[in-house]
């Protein structure tokens, strides 16, 4: 009954298309993803290291074999979203994860840290979220896909802007723990809700990607490989719109574009992954430059923390924007400029707040090609297999980053700077620009060639 009505009322004439619901769905969903792990975990990272008595790179050892097994389950969770859909999906991460922060509250020794954080935290966080959520929101969108993703993507910018200060300074007050323990039952009131609302594709409610209206002579690919001609199956991506890519998995694979992107994407996350979890760390290290303690430079650190994610919740939609009218590639390869020079900011440890505030917005626009690299895909490879091929990406992907904290953390513990580690990832971005600037476009397939001259015959 509830569902009828929703649907019922999405057929109003001023109602707003369901779909920018799914993108705010997104959105508050993955607020509490960032705000909790990937940009509020960095502040947890000194005081575990100083209770636990471990090194930096112990700590960022836990992250990198989250990562592991992050690249490992991409394939499967991909397979199971676009089987389950997005709902049950983004349900599993936030009952997950919730629990993995409240657990976590209860860490001993260094061991049951890491059984923590691999087992439930990373596994809960990496499989749902917007993994769940992105695939939905390409299946709702196709002319507005940059905006509605950089819609989704401003939950990053609300997380790290609202609810990682607070958690960081919540940590600092009353300590980690607390924190953990909050930010567990915070996530599981309000993400499991959440993931009730999602709907899977447009089609299921009797509607068409961007609110457009389903012709009545539309083709339905898998009808015409059964040499049924009817319209009564309108399930998601089996329609295939004029003009709009259609691949299976196998076919995007075996083209060379999947693979530029794959090696553009991950290059920007093998850089994202450590300056993220180490970033309260590596600013401390730059503030520390000017004479200040630990003490005094970890909460202006935590400041900078949500002083880049305004810097994104401001930049996220504009460069979506954009991209739904520039070239999203090109928009991408000037989002990794952005980020080399981000780095280059930091690299004389002044500890000069200006340089720091350079450092933080610059490193905000690089982040901006997150929700750019999802739509791309889209763009080129259409709505069939998103999530599964969304989810073969993430496998090189981890892989290629998973070590990116263990290696600044380890030369961090032997050189008391960080200096060292931030040349090659001013290198790695650059090489990131370069191969989204020349990312080619796919050829169609020779099955969707011949569906659509089938269709036209018909």
Not at 13 to 35: N, Q, V
Not at 114 to 136: E, K, Q
Not at 204 to 211: E, Q, T, Y
Request: aromatic share 12%.
């Amino acid at each position: 009954m509830l569902k009828e009505r929703i649907t019922e009322k999405m057929r109003l004439p001023h109602s707003i298309f369901y779909g920018w619901w799914i993108a705010i769905i997104s959105a508050g969903a993955d607020s509490l993803k960032h705000g909790t792990f990937n940009k509020g975990f960095t502040s947890y990272i000194i005081p575990l290291r100083g209770e636990l008595g471990i090194s930096l790179a112990a700590v960022s050892f836990a992250e990198m074999l989250g990562r592991m097994e992050g690249g490992v389950q991409g394939p499967i969770m991909g397979w199971a979203t676009d089987r389950w859909g997005p709902r049950v999906i983004l349900a599993f991460g936030g009952l997950t994860s919730g629990f993995g922060f409240i657990l976590l509250s209860f860490t001993q020794n260094y061991l049951y840290f890491v059984c923590i954080f691999v087992g439930l935290l990373s596994l809960g966080f990496r499989a749902g979220y917007n993994n769940a959520t992105m695939p939905a929101i390409n299946q709702w969108f196709r002319r507005h896909r940059g905006l509605a993703m950089g819609i989704a993507g401003m939950g990053t910018a609300i997380g790290g802007t609202l609810i990682a200060p607070l958690m960081g300074f919540l940590v600092l007050s009353a300590g980690w723990r607390p924190a953990a323990f909050i930010s567990g039952v915070i996530i599981l009131a309000v993400v499991i809700p959440l993931s009730f609302l999602i709907r899977r594709d447009p089609e299921s409610m009797g509607l068409r990607a961007d609110g457009d209206p389903i012709p009545e002579d539309e083709i339905n690919i898998s009808d015409l490989v059964s040499g049924n001609t009817s319209n009564d199956d309108r399930h998601g991506a089996a329609i295939l719109h004029a003009g709009e890519p259609d691949f299976m998995a196998n076919e995007a694979m075996r083209t060379p574009t999947f693979w530029m992107l794959v090696l553009a994407v991950g290059f920007r996350n093998t850089v994202h992954s450590g300056t993220t979890f180490l970033m309260v760390p590596l600013s401390v290290w730059f503030l520390m430059g000017s004479g200040r303690t630990e003490d005094d430079a970890q909460p202006i650190a935590v400041a900078f923390v949500g002083v880049m994610s305004f810097s994104l919740l401001i930049m996220t939609p504009i460069v979506g924007w954009l991209g739904d009218r520039w070239s999203k590639k090109k928009l991408s390869s000037a989002c990794m400029v952005g980020g080399a020079l981000s780095l280059l900011m930091l690299l004389d440890d002044t500890g000069n707040i200006l340089q720091l505030v350079a450092f933080v917005v610059l490193l905000a626009f690089s982040e901006t090609a997150n929700p750019l690299a999802w739509a791309i895909m889209g763009d080129y490879f259409g709505r069939r297999s998103y999530a599964t091929l969304r989810g073969w990406q993430h496998l090189p992907d981890q892989f290629m980053s998973m070590s990116t904290p263990v290696w600044m953390g380890i030369i961090f513990d032997h050189t008391n700077s960080f200096f060292w580690a931030l040349i090659p990832l001013v290198i790695i971005y650059c090489l990131a620009a370069i191969f989204y600037w020349i990312i080619p476009n796919p050829k169609t397939p020779a099955r969707v060639r011949a569906y659509q001259q089938q269709g036209l015959d018909i």
